[in-house]
């Protein structure tokens, strides 16, 4: 299938690039938005190593848990279900630890997924 023609350079005048109007982007839109950004990221990779460091929490399974507890109700079932199995097909279990034993805890009691009831949804009357 042939590609349409863009207007402008086929037997028309050839616009040369317009570096100025670049410079001028570049410095007024890209440069304080890159810094920003730089900052940004600065701040949660600080505020990351804040969770790692002073509250002793793994980072990559609290990341994790946090973007699964953003997602929509039904994404949100579907992937807690396919996590849930696929460590039941691997034999992955979480054990009681030090300080799970230091509260009583039985490791039989541990869930990895919690589970429960879903909220109640008021659904409406269709007559």
Not at 17 to 36: C, G, L, N, S, T
Not at 53 to 81: N, S, T
Not at 86 to 111: F, P
């Amino acid at each position: 299938m042939a590609k349409k023609e863009k207007g402008g350079q086929n037997g028309g005048p050839i616009t040369p690039p317009d570096f100025e109007k670049a410079q001028r982007i570049y410095k007024q839109d890209v440069m304080p938005a890159h810094k920003a950004q730089k900052q940004a990221m600065k701040e949660a990779g600080d505020a990351w190593k804040a969770i790692k460091k002073e509250c002793r929490v793994h980072k990559g399974g609290y990341h994790k848990a946090q973007q699964v507890a953003e997602m929509e109700e039904a994404e949100q079932q579907a992937w807690l279900r396919s996590f849930k199995v696929g460590l039941e097909q691997n034999g992955v279990r979480l054990h009681a630890d030090a300080v799970d034993m230091m509260q009583g805890v039985n490791a039989a009691d541990l869930e990895v997924v919690p589970t429960g009831a879903a909220d109640k949804i008021d659904m409406p009357v269709v007559n």
